[in-house]
């Protein structure tokens, strides 16, 4: 009974516990008769908690029904969890994979699919043709035994179908260790000829087949005419893996359809010797199909399956579309260029490019003129007197977290400041001299009145004119402006990452329906919610202007509100969460707990005051351990985090 593992799972109800201990029924029922056992499960629960030896883990337990075991976690454990994420990372809140050696098979695109007319008259001949189809086997034959001619045209063939993909992977920001079938075709014959000798496959009605235990069909590694198909291939694989890729866990992603025939493959190699499957870890992760809205396999109008090339395509262009949109409700810009203005009275004069929204209510003061380039940041100065720069930064005078005076300037990039007409930052920490200005790390920089400034996209101030005309009420405001370049990469990291993470979130054994209107809402469990609620977190650090990682050096998170805990909670079952992904191979456990993780933060922040309160230090260190555990969570999933939408 010392070796029986305990069984506890989440609490269904948080006003209970954290946690729930159900191991009092199992064992009063192995107890039972026995002499000294308890009488009921709720004995053997308070036994169990008799037993529970002094720790710092647990801050209180009680017992519910018949023998239910509630647990509540001590806050300042959580509080030390939390700062260990702050202070040491991600990497010792992942399972401990310590010298294991993984090999995964997925993405396997079809060569010359791409070259879809040619690819289905070829599919019709061949189904429709007897020589058509003998010539065509007989040049697969000849392309697996390496003959010379025929492995030149394939490789021409393979070239234009790689440029393709590797194209598609760039944007999908996937590496992978090319292995396709020929790969393993000079491996075949030695693989066959091995199971012949040791007698795992023997002859049938002319070809060479492994029969498995328990199969009524045995699996056919070389057919009668000496050609060889899927399973001479798999079993070839199977043991380079194993021998040559030296795989301790190997992982096969390939449809579910697919998982008889390697449930046979990995039959056959412990058939053969080649692994024990006590000490080597082999497995099919099967998965469903995807949908159209008419609940039928995904197609194109024309009856074509979609190519996933397309649908990352129009992805991103209704993200973009989106992103454009949502800015302009909100008053904010997208310019290809730039603008001319300043506030007060007189018109709006546009410097080239186009631009949308408030800039048209920025006007020009005393016929000071001020030059704006590629904008971007939320950039704020107080007439000619300040620069600010980089995320949300603001300037007004001496006034404000960023400091200037005159043309002396400047700030900009949250630490860096400036005296008198000298002002040095460099790395962001900016350098100048007298009133020209020089800079770098933060892209910003400047000459005499001149002074640029960059943080997230690149707003430049190319000329101040006739500053002194300008009074200090009357503030330079450039609104958070985001220029072309810019928002096309945005759309496209939002939209990639809204087709991954609408695939990844459904149980991969489940078909699901496939929509951009659902995989594109800011509502609910998806991946464009989820990069708002990251934007979100990284602008309040942003506003809050203090180096939160630095704080955590010195500073611990004290969880004085039940929604600190409550998210503080989440945050530590981060471990658990993937310790499941890995056993069961459930990516949808992720975006699960990604999503309940932002739901947590938003009762958090929606209750408790940030910036400006008696907590603030600790609450940051909080909302920056979310973001860390947000971006970990997007990385497993392939998604790139956005700071700024």
């Known amino acids: 009974m010392a070796d029986d593992l305990p069984l506890v799972a989440a609490c269904g109800n948080s006003k209970n516990g954290d946690y729930q201990c159900n191991n009092a029924m199992a064992l009063f029922g192995r107890l039972k008769g026995k002499e000294g056992a308890p009488k009921t499960p709720r004995d053997a629960a308070t036994a169990l908690l008799a037993a529970l030896p002094p720790n710092d883990l647990i801050e209180s337990t009680s017992l519910a029904g018949p023998g239910f075991i509630n647990i509540r976690l001590n806050h300042a454990y959580l509080a030390k969890r939390v700062n260990r994420i702050l202070r040491e990372g991600m990497a010792g809140s992942a399972p401990s994979l310590e010298g294991i050696r993984v090999v995964v098979d997925f993405s396997s695109p079809n060569v010359a699919k791409e070259m879809h007319a040619l690819y289905r008259a070829a599919k019709v001949r061949f189904d429709e ?16 035994s390496g003959d010379e001619l025929t492995l030149k045209a394939w490789k021409r063939i393979c070239g234009v179908s790689r440029k393709e993909f590797d194209a598609i992977y760039a944007r ?8 396709g079938e020929s790969f393993y075709n000079p491996l075949l014959q030695g693989t066959i000829d091995e199971l012949k000798e040791i007698g795992v496959a023997t002859e049938s009605k002319g070809a060479l087949c492994i029969f498995i235990p328990g199969k009524e069909v045995p699996l056919m590694i070389q057919k009668s005419d000496g050609g060889f198909g899927y ?16 795989g301790d866990w190997l992982i096969y992603v390939v449809d579910a359809g697919q998982s008889e025939h390697f449930q046979n493959i990995y039959a056959a190699g412990r058939m053969a010797g080649w692994y024990d499957a006590s000490k080597k870890r082999v497995e099919h992760i099967g998965f469903g199909l995807v949908l159209g809205e008419d609940n039928k396999r995904l197609r194109t109008r024309s009856g074509d399956l979609v190519r996933l090339v397309d649908l990352l395509d129009e992805a991103k262009r209704r993200c973009y579309e989106n992103i454009k949109e949502r800015r302009i409700e909100h008053g904010e810009e997208v310019s290809e260029c730039g603008w001319v203005g300043g506030w007060g ?11 949308t929204g408030s800039a048209k209510e920025l006007t020009q003061q005393s016929g000071a003129q001020v030059e704006v380039k590629a904008a971007g940041g939320r950039l704020q100065g107080d007439g000619c007197r300040g620069t600010a720069a980089g995320w949300r930064l603001q300037g007004g ?7 200037g005076d005159g043309c002396r300037v400047a700030a900009a990039g949250g630490r860096l400041q400036g005296g008198g007409c000298r002002g040095t930052a460099a790395g962001g920490r900016l350098q100048g001299d007298g009133c020209r200005g020089k800079a770098a790390g933060g892209r910003l ?10 943080g997230s996209g690149e707003v430049e101030v190319v000329r101040i004119s006739s500053p002194g005309s300008l009074a200090a009420q009357h503030r330079l405001k450039l609104a958070n402006l985001i220029d072309e370049e810019e928002l096309q990469r945005v759309a496209g990291i939002m939209g990639y990452g809204a087709v991954k993470y609408a695939d990844l979130k459904n149980h991969r054994m489940t078909n699901y329906k496939f929509s951009f209107e659902d995989m594109l809402t800011l509502k609910g469990n998806t991946a464009v919610y989820l990069e708002y609620a990251h934007a979100r977190i990284a602008g309040i650090v942003r506003k809050a202007d203090k180096d939160v990682m630095a704080l955590s050096v010195t500073n611990d998170i004290v969880l004085s509100h039940p929604k600190e805990a409550e998210l503080a909670l989440q945050l530590v079952k981060f471990t ?46 909080l909302c920056e351990a979310t973001a860390i555990v947000l971006r970990q969570c997007f990385a ?9 939408i």
Do not use: W
């Not at 001496?398 to 400091?403: A, D, K, N, S, V």
């Not at 920089?445 to 960059?454: F, H, I, L």
């Not at 949808?588 to 933060?601: A, D, P, Q």
């Open 231 to 246: 399973a001479s291939t798999d079993m070839a694989c199977l043991k380079h893996r194993l021998n040559e890729e030296k």
């Open 576 to 621: 658990e969460m993937l310790e499941e992904v890995v056993a069961e191979m459930l990516p949808n456990r992720i975006t699960e707990y990604l999503y309940e993780l932002s739901e947590f933060f938003n009762s958090f922040y929606t209750e408790c005051k940030v910036i400006g309160s008696e907590q603030e230090t600790s609450r940051l260190m």
């Open 397 to 403: 005078g001496c006034r404000g977290r960023l400091q």
């Open 445 to 454: 920089q400047g000459e005499g009145c001149r002074v640029a400034a960059a």
């Open 636 to 644: 497993l999933l392939g998604i790139t985090p956005l700071y700024r």
């Open 172 to 179: 999908l920001g996937i590496t992978v260790h090319e292995r």
């Open 345 to 355: 009275g007189g018109g709006v004069q546009v410097q080239g490019g186009s631009h």
């Open 129 to 144: 043709e007897e020589p058509f189809k003998l010539r065509a086997r007989e040049a697969v034959t000849r392309l697996q």
